[in-house]
């Protein structure tokens, strides 16, 4: 048995080590990730993370745990995906300037037959932000692969205001509730980190 991260995100894998998880392997699921936007953007991280471990378990991993996420930004029920470009990248900062806004991440945890699917929402204030503060962020690069157009863990923390929820889940990923499901398929964490 293994344990299969879906996802090509860095910050996904170093959250995974953080958790204590050495052994994994990264398998990248091969969907279309622009579904119905008809969906609330809990319902759409849910079926997307979904889709993305069943893509990788069809790939011969059925006997294998298999991880996947799903990350976006929500603005009065509205997503904000990753900016195509800074013209985007600057507009998205500028609508949550000021503002409080939610992250949504979807979480499905895959072993044969087994599922748990669940969706994780933390609510994070921005301060306000001048133009020229987005402009100096945009310059660093960081908010061009980021649902949102900002990254938490980053340069992105100098606007938090503040957060109400789980802060790792602004990150992709919200690991205390992997760590729980993890559990219940005979995976502790602890017993890792402890080398037992």
């Not at 319902?43 to 996947?68: C, F, H, M, T």
């Not at 470009?85 to 991440?105: D, I, K, N, P």
Request: aromatic fraction near 6%; glycine fraction near 10%; charged fraction near 25%.
């Amino acid at each position: 048995m293994e344990l299969i991260l879906a996802s090509k995100s860095p910050r996904r894998r170093a959250l995974l080590e953080q958790m204590g998880l050495r052994s994994f392997k990264i398998v990248t699921p091969d969907i279309d990730e622009h579904m119905e936007r008809t969906l609330s953007p809990a319902e759409l991280v849910g079926r997307i993370s979904q889709e993305k471990a069943k893509a990788v378990q069809a790939k011969g991993y059925e006997d294998d745990i298999i991880i996947a996420a799903d990350t976006v930004v929500a603005l009065e029920g509205s997503v904000l995906g990753k900016p195509a470009h800074e013209g985007e990248a600057f507009r998205m900062l500028s609508m949550l300037s000021g503002c409080r806004h939610q992250v949504y991440t979807g979480l499905t945890v895959l072993r044969g037959e087994r599922c748990f699917s669940l969706t994780e929402e933390t609510n994070v204030t921005f301060r306000s932000l001048s133009g020229e503060e987005i402009d100096w962020y945009i310059q660093t690069g960081e908010p061009m692969d980021k649902a949102g157009a900002y990254g938490i863990q980053g340069y992105g923390a100098l606007f938090v205001q503040s957060i109400q929820g789980d802060y790792y889940n602004v990150m992709g990923l919200p690991v205390c509730r992997l760590g729980e499901i993890l559990g219940e398929l005979g995976i502790h964490c602890m017993a890792l980190a402890a080398g037992k």
